[in-house]
C-alpha cells in the first residue's frame, strides 16, 4: 500500500464520487452478482454477511429473498448512502443492517454467521490472506463463502502489463488495487482454511485494439458449462468454499 495514504477517507471520497454520477445505479446488478445469485440457492431465515457491501443493493436484494442479512463496509459514506437507500425504500434499516468494519478485523463474534458473501473485496486490502481468514472465522462450521475477485491471467492481464509501459503516468480508479491471478486467490482461501467446493467465472473480454473497450463475448456468459471450463481465464473469478464443520 502506498505511504501515506488513508484509505478509509479515500474510499468515502471514491463511494461518493461514484454515487454522485448516477444516484439511481442498481449496485446489485454486477456481473458478479449475478454468479452469486446463480449459486446461492433458498437464504430464507439463514445469518448471511455481506463484507464490503458498499452502497447495500444486495444487502437490500437478499432481505428481501428472506435472509438474515448483515451488510459491512470499511467507508462510512457508503454506508450511509445505503442507509438512506433503505430509508426510502421502506426496509428495515436497523443499526444491524449495516455495519462499519474492516475486512482485516471484521467486528463480529466467531461462528455468527451461515455464509458470508465477499465480490470484489479482497484486491482492495492490504492483506488479502488475513480478510478471508476473518471470514473464516465469523463463519460457522459447515457455513460457506461465496467470494468473487479480479483474475489477470488473461488477455485482460496481458493489456495490463502493455499499460505499465505505455502509460506509466496512468492511475487505477479505486484507491488501492492489487493484481492477481487465480492460483494465488486459491491459495488465500485454502490457506485460511477454507475448503474449496466449486469454482466460476464471468466477463470475459479482450482488448483487441488499444485505447477503445474491450471486446465481450455474451455467449460465453450464458453458457454455465463453458463459462466453468474457462473460468481460470476469466475477468472475475468466482470460489465457492466451505468451512470445515470441525474447525
Same mark, same amino acid.
Given at each position: 500500500?502506498?505511504?501515506?495514504?488513508?484509505?478509509?477517507?479515500?474510499?468515502?471520497?471514491?463511494?461518493?464520487?461514484?454515487?454522485?454520477?448516477? *444516484?439511481?445505479?442498481?449496485?446489485?446488478?454486477? *456481473?458478479?452478482?449475478?454468479?452469486?445469485?446463480?449459486?446461492?440457492?433458498?437464504?430464507?431465515? %439463514?445469518?448471511?454477511? #455481506?463484507?464490503?457491501?458498499?452502497?447495500?443493493?444486495?444487502?437490500?436484494?437478499?432481505?428481501?429473498?428472506?435472509?438474515?442479512?448483515?451488510?459491512?463496509?470499511?467507508?462510512?459514506? &457508503?454506508?450511509?448512502?445505503?442507509? #438512506?437507500?433503505?430509508?426510502? !425504500?421502506?426496509?428495515?434499516?436497523?443499526?444491524?443492517?449495516?455495519?462499519?468494519?474492516?475486512? =482485516?478485523?471484521?467486528?463480529?463474534?466467531?461462528?455468527? $454467521?451461515?455464509?458470508?458473501?465477499?465480490? #470484489?473485496?479482497?484486491?482492495?486490502?492490504?492483506?488479502?490472506?488475513?480478510?478471508?481468514? #476473518?471470514?473464516?472465522?465469523? !463463519?460457522?462450521?459447515?457455513?460457506?463463502?461465496?467470494?468473487?475477485?479480479?483474475?489477470?491471467?488473461?488477455?485482460?492481464?496481458?493489456?495490463? %502489463?502493455?499499460?505499465?509501459? &505505455?502509460? *506509466?503516468?496512468?492511475?487505477?480508479?479505486? *484507491?488501492?488495487?492489487?493484481?492477481?491471478?487465480?492460483? =494465488?486467490?486459491?491459495?488465500?482461501?485454502?490457506? &485460511?482454511?477454507?475448503?474449496? %467446493?466449486?469454482?466460476?467465472? !464471468?466477463?470475459?473480454?479482450?482488448?483487441?485494439?488499444?485505447?477503445?473497450?474491450?471486446?465481450?463475448?455474451?455467449?460465453?456468459?450464458?453458457?454455465?458449462? %463453458?463459462?466453468?471450463?474457462?473460468?481460470?481465464?476469466?475477468?472475475?473469478? $468466482?470460489?465457492?468454499?466451505?468451512?470445515?464443520?470441525?474447525?
Amino acid at each position: 500500500m502506498p505511504e501515506g495514504i488513508d484509505l478509509r477517507s479515500e474510499y468515502d471520497v471514491w463511494h461518493q464520487r461514484v454515487f454522485d454520477s448516477d *444516484p439511481d445505479h442498481a449496485d446489485d446488478s454486477s *456481473p458478479w452478482y449475478q454468479l452469486v445469485r446463480e449459486r446461492l440457492g433458498d437464504v430464507t431465515g %439463514l445469518r448471511v454477511l #455481506e463484507v464490503a457491501c458498499g452502497r447495500g443493493g444486495f444487502v437490500c436484494d437478499l432481505r428481501r429473498r428472506g435472509a438474515s442479512v448483515t451488510g459491512c463496509d470499511f467507508s462510512g459514506a &457508503a454506508l450511509r448512502v445505503g442507509k #438512506e437507500r433503505m430509508r426510502r !425504500t421502506g426496509a428495515d434499516h436497523s443499526a444491524q443492517a449495516l455495519v462499519q468494519g474492516d475486512a =482485516q478485523g471484521l467486528p463480529f463474534a466467531d461462528k455468527s $454467521f451461515d455464509i458470508v458473501i465477499s465480490c #470484489e473485496t479482497i484486491e482492495h486490502v492490504p492483506d488479502p490472506w488475513r480478510a478471508v481468514s #476473518e471470514m473464516h472465522r465469523v !463463519t460457522r462450521g459447515g457455513g460457506r463463502l461465496y467470494l468473487t475477485t479480479p483474475n489477470y491471467l488473461n488477455f485482460m492481464g496481458l493489456y495490463e %502489463l502493455y499499460s505499465l509501459f &505505455a502509460h *506509466p503516468e496512468r492511475k487505477d480508479d479505486q *484507491p488501492y488495487d492489487r493484481r492477481q491471478w487465480f492460483p =494465488q486467490i486459491r491459495q488465500y482461501v485454502q490457506r &485460511a482454511g477454507w475448503k474449496i %467446493l466449486r469454482t466460476d467465472g !464471468t466477463v470475459h473480454q479482450f482488448p483487441f485494439i488499444p485505447g477503445r473497450n474491450p471486446v465481450g463475448f455474451p455467449v460465453l456468459e450464458s453458457n454455465r458449462t %463453458l463459462r466453468r471450463m474457462l473460468s481460470p481465464f476469466a475477468y472475475h473469478y $468466482f470460489v465457492i468454499a466451505e468451512k470445515r464443520s470441525a474447525a
